[in-house]
C-alpha cells in the first residue's frame, strides 16, 4: 500500500464549493490536490502534472465530464488514469446515455467509481483509497489534529468580546441553516 502523503488527485467539478469540499477532504487526509473547473482546465492540469486520480463531474459548462472521459482514454499517458465520478446526475437517463454513447464508440473503459453527490467525506476517501491503493494513516494523529484545534478554538472563544461572539454565532446559524 502506497501512503496518501504521495497521491495526488485532480478534482474536476464547475461549483467551486464542491472543488474546496472534495480537496479539503483529500488534503486532510495528507493528499496532494490540484483543481480544474470545467474539463478544457482539468486538460490544462494534465499538461503541467499527471495525477494519481481523477475525480471528476459529469455535467459542466464548457467541456463536459463526459467530454473530458473521452479525451482521456484516447491519450496515452492519461488512458490508465483511475477516475471516479462525483455527480448529482448519476441517475440522470440522459446523461447515462450519453456516457453509454460515448463509452460504446470507442475503446476507453469507464469509471473506477460513481459517487452520488452529496457525498460524505467518509464514503469520498475511502473510494480514493481504493483505487489509488492508498492507504489511511492512523486515527490517532487526526484526533491530534482536531484536539489541537479544539484548544485552539476555546483559546479565542475565552478571549472573544461579545460582540465578536455574538457575530460567530450568528455566522454559525447562519452556516447550519444553508446546510
Not at 482521456?72 to 488514469?81: D, E, F, S, T
Request: proline fraction near 4%; include cysteine.
Amino acid at each position: 500500500m502506497r501512503e496518501t502523503r504521495d497521491v495526488t488527485v485532480l478534482v474536476v467539478d464547475d461549483d467551486a464549493d464542491v472543488t474546496t469540499y472534495l480537496g479539503t477532504i483529500l488534503e486532510d487526509a495528507g493528499m496532494r490536490v490540484m483543481t480544474a473547473h470545467d474539463g478544457a482546465e482539468a486538460l490544462e492540469r494534465l499538461r503541467e502534472r499527471v495525477p494519481d486520480l481523477i475525480s471528476l463531474d459529469l455535467v459542466m459548462p464548457g467541456k463536459s465530464g463526459i467530454r473530458l472521459l473521452h479525451e482521456l482514454r484516447k491519450h496515452p499517458a492519461w488512458a490508465r488514469i483511475p477516475v471516479i465520478v462525483v455527480t448529482g446526475h448519476a441517475r440522470d437517463e440522459l446523461i447515462k446515455r450519453d456516457l453509454a454513447s460515448v463509452l460504446a464508440n470507442s475503446s476507453i473503459s469507464g469509471p473506477s467509481l460513481y459517487l452520488e453527490k452529496p457525498v460524505t467525506p467518509q464514503k469520498y476517501l475511502e473510494a480514493v483509497c481504493l483505487a489509488t491503493g492508498a492507504a489511511l494513516s492512523a486515527e490517532p494523529e487526526a484526533q491530534d489534529g482536531a484536539s489541537d484545534l479544539r484548544a485552539e478554538l476555546e483559546s479565542l472563544l475565552r478571549n472573544a468580546d461579545d460582540a465578536t461572539l455574538a457575530a460567530a454565532l450568528a455566522a454559525l446559524r447562519a452556516g447550519k441553516k444553508r446546510s
